[in-house]
């Protein structure tokens, strides 16, 4: 009894020596996506609505073709949970469509802080995150 009563005691301080969380990363899982097709574009550089800052804040954000491609291609997968409460959120944004070489389309969503999610035509959604993806349109990793 008293050693499980250590053992507790132990894991609640390992967790409040971690500080803030902000340097804690979701679970992530390889998605395994089949070669793409073709992406489209719908939006770039959009804002999202919930944002009161300027629309200008995003005019920046602008991601080409290939490095989209290239985000679906590395990112992984996180639990919805973690997608909206431990990643950051960014009113910056792409958005548009992705054909796979095997037929399935799907309608993608990209924000600044490397977030995103993917609904195939099957009507699973796939939400994002992808640290180790780099653009000029992202961040440095370390912000």
């Not at 053992?7 to 969380?21: F, H, P, Q, S, W």
């Not at 097709?37 to 939006?43: L, M, Q």
């Not at 993917?118 to 640290?131: E, I, M, Q, V």
Request: with cysteine; glycine share 6%.
């Amino acid at each position: 009894m008293v050693i499980t009563a250590l053992i507790l005691a132990m894991m609640a301080n390992a967790a409040i020596e971690n500080g803030d969380g902000s340097d804690i990363e979701p679970t992530m899982h390889m998605t395994h996506f089949p070669p793409i097709s073709t992406v489209t574009i719908r939006n770039n550089g959009a804002r999202s609505s919930a944002s009161e800052k300027p629309a200008e804040q995003c005019a920046d954000f602008q991601l080409s073709a290939q490095e989209i491609g290239e985000y679906i291609s590395k990112a992984a997968e996180v639990a919805e949970h973690d997608y909206f409460h431990m990643l950051d959120w960014s009113p910056c944004y792409a958005s548009g469509y992705v054909v796979f070489k095997n037929g399935v389309t799907g309608t993608w969503a990209i924000q600044q802080y490397r977030a995103g999610s993917l609904t195939l035509s099957t009507g699973r959604t796939f939400y994002l995150y992808c640290p180790r993806c780099y653009a000029k349109a992202f961040p440095p990793a370390d912000e």
